[in-house]
């Protein structure tokens, strides 16, 4: 079991910047795959980012340049750094893990993020 909290999302105007963080319950050293997804009202859930353990990233096309996606061991946290912020980019924020363990997937309960014009 792995319990995930997000965090960081808030109101910014376009062109602003926020960092997400997902803190996880345990250590993530056990955790290969770390995303963060998102979700506007009315649209389905759709991928962002995700990083493997060996560090390894991927980007959707929408955010690759404006987003980067870490994860700090030690602190047991992902983070999203988004940058250069557009209202399209309003939505819940999600985090999702996959341990190596192969005991399923992992979500969190989302933080809002909205960006005004």
């Known amino acids: 079991q792995v319990q995930l909290v997000e965090s960081g999302g808030g109101l910014v105007q376009a062109g602003g910047s926020l960092r997400l963080s997902c803190a996880a319950s345990?250590?993530?050293?056990?955790?290969?795959?770390m995303g963060w997804y998102r979700q506007a009202p009315g649209n389905e859930r759709e991928f962002v980012a995700y990083i493997i353990s060996g560090g390894s990233t991927r980007y959707s096309d929408s955010v690759r340049g404006r987003f980067t996606i870490s994860r700090d061991n030690a602190k047991n946290t992902a983070y999203l750094q988004m940058n250069s912020l557009k209202p399209e980019d309003t939505a819940v924020y999600y985090c999702?893990?996959?341990?190596?363990?192969?005991?399923?997937?992992?979500w969190g309960q989302g933080t809002q993020v909205t960006v005004s014009s």
């Open positions: 345990r250590s993530i050293f056990s955790i290969g795959y």
């Open positions: 999702k893990a996959v341990p190596f363990s192969g005991s399923g997937d992992y």
